[in-house]
C-alpha cells in the first residue's frame, strides 16, 4: 500500500522536476532539479528491491556527473541577457529530432499493454550478490566490452585534453 | 663576495631522495615534533590570577604625589606638558586660597590636569622635566576600557591617594636619591623619608 | 521483537546517534582549539566553566545572536538551501555505522546500528558524494568571486578524492566480502583488524578521508589566505555555523568509519565479555575511544601540516592516489589468488 503512492510520488516528483529541466530560465536550477529527478529515479530503484543500483545511481549520476554538470555552468558567464539568436532551420532540425526521438519511445512503449506481468521468481535479484553473479556469470562478455568502450571513451577524453605538441 | 658570519648556508637544489618523496617520513617527523610540544611548559600566564613580573625600569601609569603633609606638590608649571612628545597633558592653574595650604604645597596648583592615556607614550620625559617631584611613573598598568573617553585620566585618578601613598622609589637610582638628599632640594624627599614623615606628622 | 516496540527502539536509536554526533561535533570544536593550543605550547579556551568546558555553548550562543545576513544579490532560496544539505548529509552518514556490539535481551535482540543495509559502504559514499552540493550551492548562490572559487574548488577536490577514496575500499572489500559496515566490523573480531591486511588501503583512505573533509592540508575550498573563507565568505550567523558544524559532523563520522572498517570498530584483542549489556556498554566505549583518537589525529595533522598548492593536490589525487590504490587491488588480487581465495 505504501509503496503504491511511493511510486505515485516519486513519477509526480520526476516528470515535474523532468519539465523543470526543460522550462527553467537558469541552467543552474536546470541541473539542480535534474538531479531531484535522478534522487526520484533513485527511489524507484529503491521500490524495486535492487539498492546497489539506487546506491550507485545517486554516487555516479546525483553524486559525480551532475557535480561536473554544475561545475562547467558555474564557469560559464551566464550573466549574458542577450542569447545568440538561433536561426530557423536549426530550431526545425531540433524540432524533428525531438519528435523522431519521440516517436521511437512510444514505438517501444506501444507494445507495453501486451505485457504480463513477470513476477521474479527471486524477489533479492537486485541484490549486491546476486547482481554481481549475473553480471560476471551469464553476462560477463557484454559486461567485459562495455569496460573497452569505458576505456576508449577514456582515451577519447584524454587525447581532447592533452595540448597539441608541434 | 665575503661572507660577513660563517653562519650562512650555501642553497643547493639537489634531487631528492625516494624518502623525500615519499613525503611521509617527513610528515610524520611533523608530527613527532607536534606531539612533543604537546606536554611542553605551556608560556601561557592566565593574566589576572597571575601577573608577569615587570622589569625594574617599567613605566606605566603616572601619580601625582603628595608631599610629607598630604598637600599637592603639582604647580601647574607645564612643564610636563611642553616636555611630553605625545601631546597627552594639558591642564588649567589657579591660585591657592586663603585656607588651602594643607591642600596644595604652592600657591598655584592644578585646578584641571589631565593625561590621556590613549596618546601617552608612557615614555617618562613628564617625569624628567618635573621641577617638583611632582609626577611619577609607576608600575601600575592603565586598564581597559569601552569609551575613549575613559582613558582621559583626571586629577581623580593621578593623585595619590592620602591614605596610601603609592610607591615610586623602584626606579630611583642611587644617584637620584643622593641628589635628592641634597639641601637645596629638601621638598624632593626620598620614598622612605616620606612615609617616616608622613607616619610621625599624623 | 513485536513492530511497536522495534519502532519505538530504532526511534530511540535515532535520536540517540543524532544526539551523539551533535554533541561530539560540538565537543570537537572545543577540542579543536585546545589542541591547536596544546600543540602550540599555549592554553587554549579556559574560561567558560572548569577548563573552559562550556566554551561550545557559549561559542554556540554567539552564533545564534549574530545577525542573519542575506546578500541582496544572492539567490535566497537556494542560499538557504546550501547549509541546509550540508548539516542534513552529514547527520544521514551516521546511520549505517555500527556503535557497539547487539545488546541480546531477553526480549529480542537490540543492533547498537541504525540500519544494517546491505550496501552500506555504498550508501556512506552516497550520501558523502551528496554532501558536496551543499558546498557547491553555497558557495553558488553567494554570488561572490571567492564562494564561487571555493565552491568549485570543492567540487573538483572532492570528485578527484572520491576515485582514490572508492577504489581504497573496493580492496577492502575485496578481502571482506561484503558491503555491510556491521559485517565487515563483526568479522575483525581479535587481531583480524583490516588495517594488517589493508595497510596501503588505509593510508589511501586516510588522505582521501581528509580530503573529503576538506580538513588541513586539503582545506583550499575555505582557505583563509586566498579565499577569504571561501564558499562561506557570505554567510553569517547560525547558517555558518552549520557550514562549520557539518565539518566537523563529517570529521566525527569519517572517524567512525575508519575506525569500522580498519580498525576493527567495537572490537578489542583479549577483551571477552559475557555479560550482554555490559559487552554492548564496553564495545561502545571502545568505539569511541577509537573514533575519538582518529578525531585527535585529524586535528594533530591540521596544526602540523601546511595547506597543498592547488596542483600539488590535483597531481597528488591523480597520479599518486589513484594508480596507488590500483595497484592495491592488484597486490590484493593476487595474494588472494595465492591463497586459493578465489
Not at chain 2, 93 to 98: D, F, H, I, S
Not at chain 2, 164 to 191: C, G, L, M
Not at chain 3, 285 to 306: G, S
Request: net charge positive; charged share 15%; with cysteine.
Amino acid at each position: 500500500m505504501i509503496t503504491k503512492y511511493l511510486f505515485f510520488f516519486l513519477s509526480v516528483l520526476i516528470i515535474f522536476s523532468a519539465l523543470m529541466v526543460v522550462f527553467a530560465k537558469n541552467p543552474v536550477h536546470s541541473v539542480l532539479y535534474l538531479i531531484v529527478t535522478f534522487f526520484g529515479i533513485a527511489g524507484h530503484y529503491f521500490l524495486l528491491n535492487a539498492q546497489f543500483l539506487a546506491a550507485v545511481h545517486i554516487i555516479v549520476y546525483a553524486g559525480a556527473i551532475m557535480v561536473l554538470f554544475l561545475y562547467v555552468i558555474m564557469m560559464l558567464n551566464l550573466n549574458k541577457e542577450v542569447e545568440p539568436h538561433k536561426p530557423v532551420w536549426i530550431k526545425f532540425a531540433a524540432v524533428v529530432s525531438g519528435g523522431l526521438l519521440m516517436v521511437t519511445l512510444v514505438g517501444s512503449l506501444r507494445g507495453a499493454e501486451a505485457m504480463t506481468k513477470v513476477t521474479p521468481e527471486n524477489i533479492h535479484i537486485g541484490l549486491v550478490e546476486n547482481l554481481g553473479k549475473t553480471l560476471f556469470g551469464p553476462f560477463l562478455l557484454p559486461f567485459e566490452i562495455s569496460s573497452v568502450l569505458f576505456l576508449a571513451a577514456m582515451v577519447g577524453a584524454v587525447m581532447l585534453g592533452k595540448r597539441e605538441i608541434h | 663576495m665575503q661572507a660577513l658570519t660563517n653562519r650562512s648556508k650555501v642553497v643547493v637544489k639537489k634531487e631528492m631522495s625516494l624518502a623525500e618523496k615519499l613525503y611521509l617520513p617527513a610528515i610524520l617527523n611533523g608530527l613527532k615534533i607536534t606531539f612533543s610540544h604537546f606536554f611542553a611548559k605551556k608560556a601561557t600566564i592566565s593574566y589576572p590570577e597571575e601577573t608577569r613580573a615587570f622589569a625594574p625600569v617599567y613605566r606605566g601609569m603616572h601619580v601625582l604625589k603628595r608631599d610629607e603633609n598630604g598637600a599637592e606638590r603639582c604647580t601647574a608649571c607645564g612643564l610636563c606638558a611642553v616636555a611630553c612628545p605625545a601631546e597627552a597633558i594639558t591642564m588649567v592653574a589657579a591660585e591657592r586660597k586663603k585656607g588651602e595650604e594643607k591642600l596644595y604645597r604652592e600657591e598655584k596648583y592644578a585646578a584641571v590636569y589631565e593625561i590621556n592615556m590613549l596618546r601617552c607614550i608612557f615614555c617618562g620625559l613628564c617625569e624628567e622635566a618635573c621641577p617638583k617631584e611632582a609626577i611619577f611613573l609607576t608600575d601600575r598598568i592603565v586598564p581597559s576600557d569601552y569609551e575613549r573617553d575613559g582613558f582621559i585620566y583626571g586629577k581623580d585618578k593621578l593623585v595619590d591617594p592620602i591614605d596610601k601613598p603609592i610607591d615610586v622609589s623602584v626606579r630611583e637610582t642611587a644617584e637620584v636619591a643622593a641628589f635628592k638628599k641634597d639641601k637645596e632640594y629638601a621638598h624632593n624627599q626620598t620614598w622612605k623619608d616620606q612615609v617616616n614623615t608622613r607616619k610621625s606628622g599624623h | 521483537m513485536a513492530f511497536s516496540t522495534f519502532l519505538i527502539y530504532k526511534i530511540i536509536l535515532v535520536l540517540c546517534v543524532f544526539t551523539l554526533a551533535l554533541v561530539v561535533a560540538m565537543y570537537s570544536t572545543y577540542a579543536e582549539r585546545k589542541v591547536a593550543a596544546f600543540l602550540q605550547d599555549r592554553l587554549g579556551p579556559n574560561r567558560a566553566g572548569p577548563f573552559g568546558i562550556l566554551q561550545p555553548l557559549a561559542d554556540g550562543l554567539k552564533m545564534f545572536m549574530k545577525e542573519e545576513i542575506i546578500p541582496n544579490v544572492s539567490n535566497k532560496w537556494l542560499f538557504i538551501l546550501g547549509p541546509s544539505i550540508a548539516m542534513l548529509t552529514a547527520c544521514m552518514t551516521g546511520v549505517v555505522i555500527p556503535w557497539g556490539p547487539a545488546y541480546q535481551g531477553a526480549s529480542g535482540t537490540f543492533p547498537l546500528q541504525i540500519t544494517d543495509v546491505n550496501i552500506g559502504i555504498l550508501y556512506l559514499f552516497g550520501v558523502v558524494s551528496i554532501g558536496v552540493y551543499g558546498i557547491m550551492i553555497g558557495g553558488w548562490a553567494s554570488n561572490n568571486k571567492f564562494a564561487l572559487l571555493g565552491a568549485i574548488r570543492a567540487s573538483s577536490q572532492m570528485i578527484s578524492y572520491e576515485v582514490a577514496m572508492g577504489l581504497s575500499i573496493i580492496a577492502l572489500i575485496m578481502t571482506t566480502g561484503t558491503l555491510s559496515v556491521g559485517e565487515i566490523v563483526a568479522q575483525q573480531s581479535g587481531w583480524h583488524w583490516n588495517i594488517f591486511y589493508q595497510p596501503l588501503g588505509f593510508l589511501i583512505f586516510i588522505i582521501c578521508a581528509f580530503a573529503e573533509t576538506n580538513r588541513t592540508p586539503f582545506d583550499l575550498p575555505e582557505c583563509e589566505s586566498e579565499l577569504v573563507g571561501g564558499y562561506h565568505t557570505e554567510y553569517s550567523s547560525m547558517k555558518l555555523g552549520f557550514y562549520l558544524f557539518a565539518e566537523y559532523i563529517n570529521m566525527f563520522i569519517s572517524s567512525a568509519v575508519m575506525a569500522c572498517l580498519f580498525f576493527g570498530g567495537y572490537n578489542f584483542p583479549f577483551i571477552h565479555i559475557h555479560a550482554p549489556l555490559l559487552a554492548s556498554i564496553v564495545g561502545f566505549l571502545i568505539m569511541m575511544a577509537k573514533t575519538c583518537f582518529f578525531i585527535f589525529f585529524f586535528m594533530w595533522i591540521r596544526w602540523t601540516v601546511p595547506r597543498f598548492r592547488y596542483d600539488q593536490l590535483m597531481n597528488l589525487g591523480w597520479k599518486i592516489l589513484i594508480p596507488l590504490s590500483i595497484l592495491n587491488i592488484f597486490i590484493t588480487g593476487i595474494v588472494m589468488w595465492l591463497q586459493h581465495k578465489i
